[in-house]
């Protein structure tokens, strides 16, 4: 029998330096070199096709008195045997010489299916995410779409941007690329059809409860109502028996207001640059709804309790007061409607500020809704942070509570905090 890969070069060696690497053996050493790298055990291989003077190769590496023919099925343990009688080797290490590191295909899909399940459950249990549970729907969604550019590392690095911004929105009534260089450093990171651009505005539509964008105006309105590129001089918040002291004009005329008895609107760009304003650190009162202010300035007049109105969601005026309230260490105390978007709102103002529940426990739902006439519609239910328990009574009774509807109980509370000259009592 011939043995043309013997003269493949002097004293049989190849160019690459192991004496087996000729090309009649490269299918056999490919072919074992590929099933040795699934990870799973390995008995026989098939290899091929095999041409005359491979097979005439293959023959006389294993001492066979035939060809095997051209898709020969080959035992690993002979292989193993005819290497180390030859040259000292097993299989493995021959292919691992010639053809490369034997890989392990079933531990890295272990090892992919480990690195996502990590990854989703990073993006699930995230600071951000459980403080609101409205983007569990977000959440979902971005694990339906899959990997980024099929890569763990990239997809957990643009959510991780897109967490990022979320946390820092509302914004402060800023146009998106100064917006974006505040929070990510670079100012396109955010611009229309950006990846990372899309994955927060679907978190948006699901905080609020829309539908996601599909028209540039839509975007761009969805931005807004996140407080970017806010009108600051339309971007208000209703307040009522607030008194800051200071020279500025901001606290002389919300302070005069007060006094009157009249609800003061402040404009984002007052809070912006107010002067000089400092607030008591006693305890603020913030509704959802307007209603809850006006009954509160008909029963106590002049001696109307500190109240901040959120009118709905939060913009970033409401926001911006919010946080100067708090830094003057004023106790903030949230109330709003028994509903689903009461609960979506409620999470967001706690998620966003210091703010503590304000009668908004399953308890207080269940008195109320005892004692009330039934009212319209929960829609759609998320969790509440502060109390599972009233995301599960809502979705029992599937009606709702609006702050209307227990508005003695609030005007009761806040008449237990009445104003004095200076500002109203702890």
């Known amino acids: 029998m011939r043995h043309p890969e013997a003269e493949h070069s002097p004293a049989g060696h190849s160019a690459a330096g192991h004496p087996l690497d000729r090309p009649g053996l490269a299918p056999l050493w490919r072919a074992f070199h590929d099933r040795l790298s699934t990870g799973q055990p390995v008995a026989r291989v098939r290899v091929g096709p095999l041409d005359e003077?491979?097979?005439?190769?293959?023959?006389?590496?294993?001492?066979?008195?035939?060809?095997?023919?051209?898709?020969?099925?080959?035992?690993?343990?002979?292989?193993?045997?005819?290497?180390?009688?030859?040259?000292?080797?097993?299989?493995r290490s021959v292919v691992t010489a010639i053809v490369g590191p034997v890989g392990d295909r079933a531990a890295a899909r272990a090892t992919d299916r480990a690195d996502r399940a990590a990854l989703w459950?990073?993006?699930?249990?995230?600071?951000?995410?459980?403080?609101?549970?409205?983007?569990?729907?977000?959440?979902?969604?971005?694990?339906?779409?899959?990997?980024?550019g099929g890569s763990v590392a990239t997809t957990r690095s643009t959510l991780a941007d897109a967490l990022r911004t979320l946390s820092a929105l509302p914004a402060r009534g800023e146009p998106l690329p100064v917006f974006a260089t505040r929070i990510l450093n670079d100012s396109h990171a955010l611009?229309?059809?950006?990846?990372?651009?899309?994955?927060?505005?679907?978190?948006?539509?699901?905080l609020y409860d829309t539908a996601a964008p599909e028209s540039a105006s839509e975007r761009r309105a969805l931005?807004?109502?996140?407080?970017?590129?806010?009108?600051?001089?339309?971007?208000?918040?209703?307040?009522?028996g607030l008194r800051p002291t200071g020279d500025g004009p901001v606290a002389h005329a919300v302070t005069a207001y007060s006094r009157a008895g009249h609800a003061t609107h402040l404009t984002l760009a007052q809070l912006r640059t107010p002067g000089e304003l400092r607030f008591p650190p006693t305890v603020v009162h913030i509704t959802e709804n307007p209603s809850i202010p006006a009954l509160a300035l008909q029963r106590f007049g002049p001696a109307c309790?500190?109240?901040?109105?959120?009118?709905?969601?939060?913009?970033?005026?409401?926001?911006?007061?919010?946080?100067?309230?708090?830094?003057?260490?004023?106790?903030?105390?949230?109330?709003?409607?028994?509903?689903?978007?009461?609960?979506?709102?409620?999470?967001?103002?706690?998620?966003?500020?210091?703010?503590?529940?304000?009668?908004?426990?399953?308890?207080?739902?269940?008195?109320?809704?005892?004692?009330?006439?039934?009212?319209?519609p929960v829609g759609r239910i998320t969790e509440a942070p502060w109390d599972p328990a009233l995301s599960e009574a809502l979705l029992t009774h599937r009606t709702a509570v609006l702050e209307e509807h227990v508005a003695e109980d609030l005007l009761a509370d806040l008449s237990r905090h009445p104003a004095t000259r200076n500002g109203p009592t702890a």
């Open 305 to 376: 309790p500190p109240l901040v109105c959120t009118s709905g969601w939060p913009n970033s005026a409401v926001l911006l007061l919010l946080r100067h309230l708090a830094e003057a260490g004023a106790p903030l105390r949230h109330h709003g409607d028994f509903d689903g978007e009461g609960l979506r709102i409620a999470a967001h103002v706690l998620a966003k500020t210091p703010a503590t529940p304000w009668r908004m426990s399953a308890s207080d739902y269940l008195t109320a809704r005892a004692r009330t006439d039934p009212g319209p």
């Open 223 to 240: 931005w807004a109502r996140a407080g970017i590129a806010d009108d600051a001089l339309s971007t208000t918040v209703l307040t009522a």
């Open 53 to 91: 003077a491979a097979q005439n190769a293959v023959a006389d590496l294993l001492g066979l008195d035939r060809l095997p023919g051209p898709r020969p099925t080959l035992s690993l343990t002979r292989l193993d045997q005819a290497l180390r009688d030859s040259c000292g080797e097993d299989t």
């Open 191 to 206: 611009d229309d059809g950006t990846r990372l651009s899309g994955l927060v505005l679907r978190a948006l539509a699901a």
């Open 121 to 148: 459950e990073w993006l699930a249990t995230h600071p951000v995410v459980l403080a609101q549970p409205a983007l569990d729907a977000w959440v979902a969604q971005v694990r339906r779409a899959g990997l980024t």
